[in-house]
């Protein structure tokens, strides 16, 4: 087995045992936590494929910076009690239902990908580069970019607006 | 034998070349910390620390020693695991962030060129941010993990300092990177070399990147997570013994780690400056070994303007500190960002 295969191997582990913890956890800033963990091994997976501008960036947005708020959220509300009011019987059926038709939907849409997750190339490829990904943005996905921006630029200002009302 | 591409001298060469990065680390943050304290002296026409060895130089080993022998206290309400991770992340995260910078001039032996550098990855300066975008959670998981209303308040202090500076920052980069072309760090250097270091060129992002440094090393005038007269001790308050001292070191590793970083963008890393290095015809290891030393000389430099700020300046209010970093410090950046933009398009066209 290959440095590649083994790393794939751990680092796919990783991911869904942190993924499965961060939903049975019962203290709140643990799932955090283990939520941080699954980024990590995300990022690695994106490593592996060489796409390191998105791995650098799924760290720096995502475990960096929204993890960061979730945090302050939690603590701030003071959510660190372990025990959690019971939930209803029918509650949990329809958690139960709902997560199943997704993973339904989910495997239905992407059992029929097989084809292409084959030609993704590992350990090789420029396509993740920081010069390509740049090139590509500004000429032909330019202007999905630019209205990208756009909104987010509005929900930035929206965010402002609504901060400020008090 | 050979795993994948990689062969076991690679390997070799770079894991001594990782220990000896920690080593250095460790031994300039030891030395950090007599520095500051006999600036301090000095600065207040007192004579510092002087009783270990001769003018005191023993005395960040007395620190240490004193550290470890220490009662460690686990508070009983605290989550025991994440008390533990806190100050261990604290840790680990100030020593990654040195894997991306070029330590000196690469060795051309005969079997090969031996670099410098642990990692010349394509991504460079982005590892660096986003080490320090993960930076907050050794404060947040301490401070939350001791369970003391101020340890809390420190941290969530410390966290939103923390992710304020870090936009000034990253967009007094991104005026650096229109110039340099390239994210990897070997690139800048060897730009700097060509045309001049970057502080000539973007001064006023250098000191939006040095105010932002200060901040994120939590350092005088920025020390608010530490502000003993508001919050008894901050957010360590409920440590004791080695694990206090990684918090402690941990500061002291990033004040070394910054200035590095800083010197490398915009103080031309190991250029030697006002000579052209490369006519004097010098043995290989012998340059590396120069272009090393005047590397550490500008991160000494820069260690010492920490020191210097911290024994001038008082603490800024909270407000202020918020003040500064939103409404002065971003629109400065972006202002230095689009006028960079715009001069080098002017001189491109």
């Given at each position: 087995m290959s440095i590649s295969a083994i790393l794939f191997w751990v680092l796919s582990v990783a991911a869904l045992f942190s993924a499965l913890m961060v939903v049975t956890s019962r203290n709140p800033i643990h799932s955090v936590i283990w939520l941080i963990v699954t980024f990590f091994a995300i990022s690695g997976h994106y490593i592996l494929l060489n796409a390191q501008f998105l791995a650098v960036v799924n760290i720096i947005v995502y475990a960096g910076a929204i993890m960061v708020l979730f945090l302050f959220v939690i603590m701030l509300m003071n959510?660190?009690?372990?025990?959690?009011p019971a939930r209803h019987r029918w509650l949990q059926l329809a958690g139960g239902v709902s997560g199943g038709a997704l993973l339904l939907v989910l495997v239905a849409a992407l059992k029929d990908t097989e084809l292409k997750s084959q030609q993704s190339l590992m350990l090789e490829g420029n396509t993740g580069l920081i010069k390509t990904l740049g090139q590509e943005l500004f000429s032909n996905y330019v202007i999905p970019f630019e209205l990208s921006s756009i909104l987010f630029l509005s929900a930035m200002v929206g965010a402002v607006l609504i901060g400020k009302k008090d | 034998m050979v795993i994948g591409a990689v062969t076991l001298w690679f390997i070799l060469e770079k894991v001594i070349l990782i220990a000896s990065i920690i080593g250095l680390s460790f031994f300039i943050a030891m030395y950090t910390t007599l520095a500051e304290r006999k600036i301090a002296g000095w600065m207040q026409d007192r004579h510092g620390p002087?009783?270990?060895?001769p003018f005191g130089i023993l005395q960040p080993l007395a620190d240490g020693g004193k550290l470890f022998f220490k009662e460690e206290i686990t508070p009983v309400t605290s989550n025991r695991f994440l008390f533990l991770l806190g100050p261990a992340l604290a840790m680990i995260v100030a020593l990654v962030?040195?894997?991306?910078?070029?330590?000196?001039a690469p060795v051309v032996t005969s079997t090969g060129i031996i670099s410098l550098q642990v990692a010349d990855v394509d991504m460079g300066i982005l590892i660096v941010f986003s080490v320090v975008s993960v930076g907050v959670y050794g404060i947040m998981i301490g401070g939350w993990a001791s369970n003391n209303k101020f340890s809390l308040l420190a941290a969530i202090r410390g966290a939103s300092q923390m992710v304020s500076y870090e936009l000034p920052m990253s967009l007094a980069l991104i005026a650096v990177l229109f110039m340099?072309?390239?994210?990897?760090m070997s690139e800048i250097v060897s730009y700097q070399m060509a045309n001049g270091w970057n502080i000539i060129y973007q001064p006023l992002g250098f000191l939006i990147f040095f105010i932002c440094a200060l901040a994120e090393c939590n350092r005088t005038p920025f020390d608010l997570p530490e502000a003993e007269n508001e919050l008894?001790?901050?957010?360590?308050?409920e440590y004791s013994s080695m694990k206090l001292g990684f918090y402690l070191f941990a500061e002291y590793i990033n004040m070394f780690v910054s200035s590095a970083v800083m010197a490398t963008l915009f103080?031309?890393?190991?250029d030697i400056p006002f000579v052209n290095e490369a006519n004097w015809g010098l043995a290989p290891w012998l340059y590396s070994l120069i272009s090393f030393s005047v590397l550490m000389a500008k991160v000494s430099f820069l260690l010492f303007v920490f020191i210097w700020i911290r024994w001038t300046i008082p603490r800024f209010r909270y407000d202020q500190l918020m003040n500064l970093g939103w409404r002065k410090l971003i629109p400065l950046a972006l202002f230095n960002m689009v006028l960079s933009a715009a001069i080098l398009l002017w001189l491109k066209s």
């Open positions: 959510l660190n009690k372990e025990s959690e | 002087n009783r270990a060895g962030t040195s894997t991306v910078i070029p330590w000196g340099t072309g390239s994210l990897k008894n001790f901050g957010y360590h308050q103080l031309g890393g190991y």
